[in-house]
């Protein structure tokens, strides 16, 4: 997750297009749901559900 981070903050300081950043979050959603199924307990569950709402709320942005 922390190399789809840093990809993610690479893309946005080479100002690329939305849509590039958002398959990314949405590849970091992905795997951070299956970490928290696995390792993530309450806390992890918690964090991806604000991912997830942050994510909806600026897809309608785009």
Do not use: H, K, Q, Y
């Not at 299956?34 to 909806?56: F, I, K, T, Y």
Request: hydrophobic share 50%; aromatic share 2%; no cysteine.
């Amino acid at each position: 997750m922390l190399e789809r981070l840093e990809r993610i903050e690479a893309l946005d300081r080479m100002g690329a297009a939305p849509v590039e950043i958002v398959a990314e979050l949405r590849a970091l959603l992905e795997e951070a749901t299956a970490w928290s199924r696995v390792e993530g307990g309450d806390a992890g569950e918690r964090a991806v559900g604000e991912l997830r709402s942050a994510l909806s709320g600026d897809m309608i942005a785009v």
